[in-house]
């Protein structure tokens, strides 16, 4: 379903990707990681078409990326959901059209499909109820959850998670991790997910990679990663495992509001 092989990339003298190649099957999650500016991110945005690799191709359902032009490119992204860190909801509009904005922006649906839809995702994240309250009115957890449910609204094929909970407390993110297991479960997408909530990613995905220096370093099941013994795996492994228990803390439960994103 996702096919990346030998990516290269380069930002002036910064050498990011040095031949990246890395599968996901049709219905897998892959977990992606690896330290901080390692290039994860960059990766995510070959998938997604919105970085073109110095070398190297990247196919998506077959298609070379990077061959497609205008209306085949937008058929690519009508299949691809993101959420990523920054992924901010606007601020004007309630709920329900955050959620519905993709379908008006880039669909032709009336507003009673939009509607159903709109409603069907809502209640998928746990969100019933509150279709007309805007982002300032709402707690972080929430609004992590609609910017899920806007993510989700048009059904993608491909969903792509870039740091889904880096900024939410411990709990919230369990929670919101929990959600997109739950999803995956329901509608069966092919993903990628970067996060380093490793404990809680492992029991989500069927495959890890880690990216280190801008090469794989390992993939395999999270199982086999927990027995690496490749000395890089098996500190960054540890180390990721031991940060939620130490970074426990006292947290407000979650329905605190919380300002705009
Ligand atoms: N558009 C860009 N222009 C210049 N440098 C970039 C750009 N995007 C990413 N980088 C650099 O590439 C490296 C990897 O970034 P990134 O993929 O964001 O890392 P991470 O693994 O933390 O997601 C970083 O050193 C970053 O500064
Ligand atoms: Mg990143």
């Known amino acids: 379903m996702i096919q990346m092989e030998n ?8 050498e990011v990707l040095k031949g990246v190649s890395l599968q996901v099957e ?96 809502l209640e998928q994240v746990g969100l019933s109820g509150a279709e007309d309250k805007y982002p300032a009115q709402i707690s972080g957890g929430m609004i992590k959850r609609t910017a899920l449910a806007r993510s989700l609204v048009r059904n993608p094929e491909i969903m792509l998670f870039d740091e889904p909970t880096t900024g939410l407390d411990p709990v919230i993110a369990h929670i919101i991790l929990d959600l997109i297991k739950s999803v995956h479960k329901d509608l069966g997408f092919t993903g990628i997910i970067v996060s380093h909530e490793l404990s809680r990613v ?5 495959k890890v990679a880690m990216l280190h220096e801008g090469l794989i370093l390992f993939v395999g099941t999270p199982e086999e990663i927990m027995v690496s013994r490749d000395p890089v795996v098996r500190q960054f492994v540890t180390e990721a495992l031991r940060i939620p228990s130490s970074a426990m803390r006292s947290f407000d439960r979650e329905e605190k509001p919380r300002g705009k994103e």
Request: zero cysteines; a positive charge; hydrophobic letters at 40%.
């Open 7 to 14: 990516l290269h990339k380069s930002f002036q003298d910064l």
């Open 26 to 121: 049709k219905g897998e999650i892959l977990a992606l990681i690896g330290g901080s500016g390692h290039g994860k991110t960059v990766i995510l945005k070959h998938v997604a078409g919105l970085m073109k690799p110095d070398r190297g191709r990247v196919y998506v359902n077959g298609k070379d990326v990077y061959k497609l032009r205008g209306d085949e490119l937008e058929q690519l992204r009508s299949h691809l959901g993101f959420l990523f860190q920054s992924g901010a909801l606007f601020s004007s509009l309630n709920v329900f059209d955050n959620v519905a904005f993709p379908l008006r922006e880039k669909t032709r649906l009336g507003e009673r499909e939009i509607r159903e839809k709109v409603i069907n995702v």
């Open 202 to 206: 492992f029991q989500i995905v069927q």
